[in-house]
């Protein structure tokens, strides 16, 4: 302590900082020196490598070799309204990431007027065709053309270009999630808000919506699945805008169903500690695997101030619960998260 103060001390008097720049500049070390030691904390402040806030907002990750990539609505102060923005973050273990870029800036590719929407962005990797196919939901500034929009890049940085958009299976589609199965099979989940929830097969090429697997009649934003020791696990939010609502998960032995009845996934009164589900992310380590319940604390009227809540799951034989955040190590070579001592 003797020795913070001293440096403080010293920043004050050669960079003329005051007492709050010396907190935030000591408070961005800790957690950068935090992230180091490979933890993760639900709902702090995530910094990228170079120190700036992870923008990846309603997002999905795939794991291509040894690297993951994050992609997500990048929602940064400053950007040019013109456009919308997908980021795109790598990262060998999960809790460290570089930010390669915003990669695709859109302009209005639809006519779609002012205030047009991009949202929650999912990358796909096709094997055979070897493109890097990138879904979002599109829409106007009343989320009245429920589409989804493609676009496609030859690498995992980009640059994405915009392809087409569509109404999946002819539906209307706002919220997407994305779902990759353990034998490489690529699902789009899609809400669709005169019937429920959609699991839909992609075409070979992903190019294109195939097929339903299942459609869920239960109205639910944030899609996410699970493929876990032989059970399918959905997860959803209910449909509150930007506000947090308790989340809920059901499972089925073929994604075809029948689906249980949805279930709560944490006390209903904590609204799922303030966050909302945009995906499950399956860790397969030496050891264990773990699932990540993978959330975003939206912050409306600061959206680039927006948080991730990221926890393991406890998960399995049918149930899934999530736990009080609070920080945890991650290994994904061995699968393992722990829990930490300290509560945040
Ligand atoms: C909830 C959705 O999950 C978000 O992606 C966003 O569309 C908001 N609604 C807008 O209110």
């Not at 800036?105 to 065709?129: A, C, I, M």
Request: proline share 5%.
């Amino acid at each position: 302590m003797i020795k913070i103060e001293k440096l403080a001390g010293y920043m004050r008097e050669k960079y003329r900082f005051g007492w709050m720049g010396c907190i935030c500049i000591f408070s961005v070390c800790f957690q950068v020196q935090a992230q180091k030691a490979g933890i993760i904390h639900p709902g702090a402040a995530w910094p990228d490598q170079k120190g700036n806030p992870i923008q990846a907002h309603g997002g999905g990750i795939i794991k291509i070799g040894k690297n993951y990539y994050w992609y997500g609505e990048e929602r940064r102060q400053g950007l040019d309204s013109n456009y919308r923005y997908v980021s795109c973050y790598s990262s060998a273990d999960l809790v460290n990431w570089k930010f390669e870029g915003d990669v695709l800036q859109l302009s209005d590719p639809e006519n779609l007027g002012r205030h047009w929407v991009l949202e929650r962005p999912k990358v796909f990797y096709n094997r055979q065709t070897k493109k890097y196919v990138m879904y979002f939901h599109l829409d106007d500034a009343r989320y009245k053309l429920a589409r989804v929009g493609i676009a496609v890049s030859n690498t995992a940085t980009g640059n994405f270009k915009y392809v087409k958009s569509f109404r999946p299976l002819g539906h209307e589609s706002r919220d997407i999630g994305q779902f990759i199965d353990d034998d490489g099979a690529a699902y789009l989940v899609f809400e669709d808000r005169p019937n429920g929830f959609h699991i839909a097969k992609l075409s070979a090429d992903y190019m294109d919506v195939e097929r339903d697997m299942s459609l869920i009649p239960q109205h639910m934003e944030g899609g996410a699945i699970v493929h876990y020791k032989g059970l399918y696990y959905a997860i959803g939010s209910a449909l509150t805008g930007w506000n947090p609502n308790p989340n809920k998960y059901a499972i089925a032995k073929k994604l075809e169903g029948p689906w249980s009845p949805f279930e709560d996934i944490a006390p209903p009164a904590v609204k799922t500690y303030g966050a909302q589900s945009t995906m499950l992310l399956k860790i397969t380590g030496s050891k264990t695997t773990t699932v990540l319940f993978m959330g975003d604390q939206w912050k409306p009227k600061a959206q680039w101030d927006s948080r991730y809540l990221w926890m393991p799951l406890e998960i399995g034989n049918g149930k899934l619960w999530l736990p009080e955040p609070r920080s945890f190590s991650l290994n994904v070579k061995t699968g393992e998260a722990v829990l930490q001592k300290d509560r945040e």
